[in-house]
């Protein structure tokens, strides 16, 4: 393939052979003070610098989250660092949710346990950490979760995860959502580097929900109150150079000719090496192109993306395709196992994609696809593969790794079709 390595920000590498790490301290008083003290220490550095870097944040009704007695804030999720803005803003302890994951990186560990943060499996409902946000709610103490469960890419609100009106139910403690307004334009989650601009964390009143509450009337207050919409909701002006930088993880698809990684980063500028169409990208995250007519959103241009993925079968090379069955290929990489308290390789070489299994032929490691429950990006270049019996991390340096995760589930979502109503399945072909 010969591509360089896809810059799109920060990601944490996954090391081989490093434990996991979970915290073993129980929630109390005294752990509660102790967060304190490290907030008081570190916030005051957090905000200058995030005012040099970023532009700075301004709390809007601060006021609105309870001070003593337990509260859930919940919050909508747009970068990777909206959970220290929130503590930085607030100047107090608020125990978040987090991919457990983090825990297996010594320092990003430490910070964790340091401010009292919960650690969760991913994929799958953790009582465990459920468990642990309950105890910090019994000391009085602020729990924290984003309830659309991973960060957009492109700048739209995502559905809230499963059970979450169950949660607020069981915790019975009082709800506090707030919005973080700006925040897509100035870091979104594809970028390579971030805007500067200013962001906005806006807190609402609390609101107590009753035990015999529906989950359909908790869910639609929620959604009601945490969407944020970065092309039409509330907006600062935002500036910074390399716009384009990232962007690939998320248009691996000529928005022009529909063409596979044809694109180009130069500068803000994004341009096909196919069909020599271009945009220049804007902080208001408009793909402008010379002519008009060609012109369209981030937004837009994801959407485009994915009708065309599920409009042809995608496939990256056709005539191979036809020939040897592979639908995508990566350059070589290894492929880890996290799903233990200790991470593994378990292969090493080019990872493919066919219609019915994943496969690193050059170590025989195979995973069919009947067996995946899930394909996700965590964070933002860690590509996992959840299946029944473990967790694998293909730590892919070249390319879109977020093309993996729609391609891999429209092929897997085929072979359920197939499985389920295969006569629907060939009537369709035909």
Not at 18 to 31: A, G, H, N
Not at 185 to 196: C, E, L, N
Not at 272 to 294: F, H, I, M, P
Request: with cysteine.
């Amino acid at each position: 393939m010969g591509e360089k390595p896809l810059d799109s920000g920060r990601d944490i590498e996954e090391p081989v052979g490093q434990v996991l790490r979970i915290p073993t301290t129980v929630p109390s008083d005294k752990e509660e003070i102790a967060v304190q003290r490290a907030i008081s220490w570190v916030a005051p550095v957090f905000r200058l610098g995030a005012w040099l870097r970023l532009g700075g944040v301004e709390l809007r009704n601060a006021h609105h989250l309870p001070v003593g007695t337990p509260a859930l804030f919940l919050c909508n999720h747009v970068g990777m660092l909206d959970p220290a803005i929130a503590v930085a803003s607030l100047g107090r302890p608020v125990h978040f949710m987090a991919t457990q994951s983090l825990w297996m990186h010594p320092f990003y560990g430490r910070v964790m346990n340091l401010f009292g943060i919960v650690p969760k499996k991913k994929f799958s409902a953790d009582f465990n950490a459920i468990r642990m946000l309950r105890k910090w709610a019994d000391i009085g103490a602020t729990v924290g979760l984003y309830p659309e469960g991973e960060r957009t890419w492109d700048g739209r609100p995502l559905p809230l995860v499963d059970g979450i009106g169950g949660l607020v139910r069981m915790l019975g403690i009082p709800v506090v959502t707030a919005r973080v307004i700006n925040g897509y334009r100035v870091w979104p989650r594809w970028a390579a580097t971030p805007r500067r601009g200013l962001q906005v964390l806006e807190l609402d009143p609390p609101m107590e929900f009753e035990r015999r509450a529906k989950d359909a009337v908790i869910v639609d207050h929620l959604r009601a109150r945490l969407s944020v919409d970065a092309e039409t909701g509330e907006s600062f002006p935002v500036r910074g150079t390399n716009l384009a930088g990232g962007l690939r993880n998320l248009l691996f698809l000529c928005p022009a000719c529909g063409q596979h990684e044809c694109l180009r980063e130069e500068g803000d500028t994004l341009r096909c090496s196919l069909c020599a169409a271009s945009w220049v990208l804007g902080t208001d995250l408009w793909l402008r192109a010379a002519k008009e007519e060609q012109s369209l959103t981030i937004a837009q241009a994801a959407d485009r993306e994915r009708s065309w993925l599920a409009e042809r079968d995608f496939v990256a090379e056709p005539e191979r395709f036809a020939r040897d069955g592979v639908i995508v290929e990566s350059e070589p990489c290894r492929v880890l196992d996290i799903g233990g308290d200790r991470s593994t390789e378990v292969a090493r070489g080019r990872l493919r994609l066919y219609a019915d299994r994943l496969e690193v032929p050059e170590t025989g490691w195979c995973l069919p696809l009947d067996k995946v429950n899930a394909i996700t990006v965590d964070r933002t270049r860690s590509l996992q593969i959840r299946s029944a019996d473990s967790l694998f991390a293909p730590d892919i340096k070249v390319g879109s790794v977020l093309k993996w995760d729609w391609i891999g589930n429209h092929w897997r979502r085929k072979l359920v079709v197939r499985a389920v109503r295969p006569g629907a399945e060939a009537a369709r072909e035909v």
